[in-house]
């Protein structure tokens, strides 16, 4: 792959986590980090181990590539800013929004810009922890041909595989990656929430918890979703879910409600072998 100068927007855990990743390969240049002050982004440069600390968008270097991993709500004013600053330097941006598409960064593609989004499926949530967990990781694409070309390579590059997205239905994609990932973490707290109320040991229900959920995860991935489905709901017993529902309404009414909800999917899914009350996609 040709040899790409490289500039961040958003020197947060994301950028940090794919910049370090950029340096660790080798063949690119990480050339100017922005940040909202100079200090975090002084910081960022010096987990990334590379680049030039920077504190405003027209301190900065022309790129090949422009990695912007602010916030989803600041993408659109960032590209317009950033195009404002650059109107006669076509290059390419990419966004990391795993909801947004590559085109809310339009002001830059009427100044002849190519566009794209990566969303790396992985938890950022440690930076350090993430560069070593990024090898294999999974990386949603889309934008224009040109971009996406470029950003596939790159995520390549870096111990990644991207996987092509549909722009038009990027906010459903990203919902899946909330209800698999985001929604679990919450359902885990209930679920120990309500042990507790049960009068089990703080110690045996992290064992609990971590017992059930890597067993979980290993039957859903070996079998699939329908296969591994357990429970009341599965097996039809209603009453036995309308009397758990009113336990759990009487204890946390919120928790109730998604019970509720939850067990009318749960059944559809293991009647139907899906969650769609159609039965379609």
Known sequence: MTKLKIN????GKVGQTLMRRIVLAGGHEVQ???GRDVEA???AVQFIGAGTAVSALADMRPADLWLLTVSDTRIADVAARLAELAPD?????????GFLPAAEMQPLRALGWHLASVHPVLTFADPARAVGQFEGTLCGVEGDTEAVTVVDALIRDIGGQPFPLSSQHKAIYHAAAVFSNNFTVVLQAVAREAWARAGVP???IG?????LLAATAENVGRLGPAAALTGPAARGD??????????VRSW???AGKAYAELSLLAGRLKRTGTTLETGGV
């Open 8 to 11: 961040l927007i958003g020197p």
């Open 207 to 211: 064992q609990l918890n971590a017992r």
């Open 238 to 247: 209603l009453a036995i879910v309308a009397q758990q529902e009113a336990a």
């Open 252 to 254: 946390h009414p919120d």
């Open 202 to 204: 703080e110690e045996i």
């Open 89 to 97: 330097r076509p290059s390419i941006a990419v966004h990391c929004s």
């Open 41 to 43: 982004a002084s910081r």
């Open 32 to 34: 100017d980090i922005a």
